[in-house]
């Protein structure tokens, strides 16, 4: 299965960045360091949809907006710090405070 290009949205009041595909959730969870950080905690891809890609477009689209508004990530979850290693023009997000 392909996944389809759906847009990452950011739920504020829950912290946490989120994709829905087929009525599926997915979500990744962060802590605000400061104001121009944030602290990527944990990663939830729905069970029906894990190994279809999904992680990585939602990722993907959490980058984005971290890119747009000029801000900085920490990778504390692993399957960020993985993605970014597989992807390292994406290793200008990280915050100096992770290096």
Not at 25 to 46: A, M, N
Not at 82 to 98: D, G
Request: aromatic share 10%; proline share 5%; hydrophobic share 40%.
């Amino acid at each position: 299965m392909k996944t389809q290009e759906v847009a990452v949205l950011i739920d504020r009041a829950e912290s946490r960045f989120e994709l829905e595909i087929e009525g599926k959730l997915s979500f990744i969870s962060y802590i605000p360091k400061d104001d121009r950080t944030l602290i990527f905690i944990h990663t939830e891809v729905h069970p029906n949809l894990q190994a279809k890609g999904v992680g990585a477009q939602l990722i993907k689209g959490a980058f984005e907006y971290v890119d747009t508004y000029n801000l900085k990530v920490i990778p504390a979850c692993s399957l960020v710090a993985t993605y970014i290693r597989r992807h390292p023009e994406y290793n200008r997000l990280v915050s100096p405070a992770y290096l």
